[in-house]
C-alpha cells in the first residue's frame, strides 16, 4: 500500500472510531456525556482527559451533588450554556445545587491531570422532600424556611438514634428537629427542641427513646442551607423494677442499660453488693434529648441518699458520673427517676 493510501486509511479509521464514541453528534469529540439518576456514580479520569468537560444530564428531579478528588480555584462546573456556576462549596469539597429539574445540564471542567494522579468524581441526583423515611438510609433534604415533614413507623418500644448533618457551614443556618407521634389523629410533639449547628463541623446524633406508634420528622432549616439526615432504630427489650423491694442486681463488673420514653414515668431500682472493702464505684451514663435524668444512691436502712446528681446530654449538663461506695459492706441501690415532662433517652449503670 502507497503512503498516500496508507494516510487516507488511517484518516478513515480516525472518522469511524469518533463516530462511535461520540454520544452526541452536536457535541466535540472531547466532551464525555453522563446521565444522573438518584443512585451515586464514581468516575475516575486520567491525565489524557486533562482540560476536557463532562456532560451532565439530569435524569431525575433532585439535589444536584458532585465531589471532586481535585478542586481546582474556579470554572469547575457550568451551566447548559457552558458559564460558570457560582455554587457554595461544602468544608468536604462538595457541591449542592438544590430544585434541579429533570432534563437540566450541566457542565464540568475537568483541570489539568498530572501522571501522578487520577481526576475522580462522585455526584448524582438526590431525591428532596423524601416523606416515607426507612431506617438506615441517608436523605438529603433541601431548606424551605418552614417545617418539612418525614414519616416512619416504631414496631416496638426502640431507642432510636438521628444523626442530623449541615452540609454548610456558617453561624447561623442550624437545622432544628422536633419527634411527634401520632395519637388520635393529631400529631403531638414528644421531644424538645433538638438542634444541629451548622458550625460544629459533621454530624450531630441525638438519642430517643420511642414506644410503638406512628412518627414523623419535623425539621425546619433556612433556605440556603442543605442537610442530611439519617436515623436507625434498635429494639429495646430491656426490663425494669419501680420498687425498690424488687431492685433488680448488678453483679460486679457487669451494668445495666435501659431507656425512658416520654410516656414512662416511674422511677427504677437497681442495686449493688458489696462483700469487701476494696474500692468500688457506681458508673452512671446518660444519653438524652428533653429533660434530665437524676440519679441518687442509697444504703440499706438508710432512708437518707448518700448522693443525689442530675444528668443531661445537652450542652449545660453532665453526662456521665461516678460514685465511689464509702459507707462499707453491704447493699446499696441506685435509683433513677426522670424530670421534664418530654424526657426520653437512654442510660448505663455499671458496678465496678
Known sequence: ?????????????????????????KEPKDILDVTLGH?????NYTKESSKKQIKITAGEDGIFYL???????????????????????????SYYLKDVKKGTVFYIQIPEVTSAEDFGINTCIYPDNVQQMKDNVKYVQSGKGQYTYKYFTVSKRSQMKLYVS????????????????KEKNKWKTVTNQLKSKAN???THEFCIALKKGSYRLATKTTASQIFEINKKL??????????????????????????YTSTEKASRWYRVSRTSLKKRYVKVNVANNSGKIKVSVY????T??????????????????????????GTYYVKVSKSGSKMNGKYTIQYK
Not at 487516507?8 to 469511524?16: K, M, N, R, S
Open 200 to 202: 460544629e463541623h459533621g
Open 1 to 25: 500500500m502507497s503512503k498516500k493510501l496508507s494516510k487516507l486509511f488511517t484518516l478513515l479509521c480516525i472518522l469511524l472510531a469518533g463516530s462511535f464514541l461520540s454520544v452526541n453528534a
Open 39 to 43: 443512585g451515586m456514580k464514581t468516575y
Open 166 to 181: 449541615p452540609e454548610f457551614f456558617d453561624y447561623k443556618n442550624h437545622v432544628y428537629v422536633y419527634v411527634q407521634k
Open 234 to 259: 434498635t429494639k429495646n427489650t430491656s426490663t425494669y423494677q419501680t420498687k425498690k423491694s424488687k431492685a433488680q442486681k448488678i453483679s460486679l463488673g457487669k451494668s445495666k442499660t435501659n431507656i
Open 67 to 93: 465531589q471532586l478528588s481535585v478542586v481546582p480555584k474556579k470554572g469547575i462546573l457550568k451551566d447548559a450554556n457552558k458559564k460558570d456556576i457560582v455554587a457554595p462549596t461544602t468544608e468536604k469539597d
Open 304 to 329: 437518707k441518699a448518700l448522693k443525689s446528681v442530675t444528668l443531661s446530654s445537652d450542652n449545660s449538663g453532665k453526662i456521665k458520673y461516678t460514685y465511689r461506695l464509702k459507707s462499707g459492706k
Open 299 to 302: 444504703k440499706k436502712g438508710r
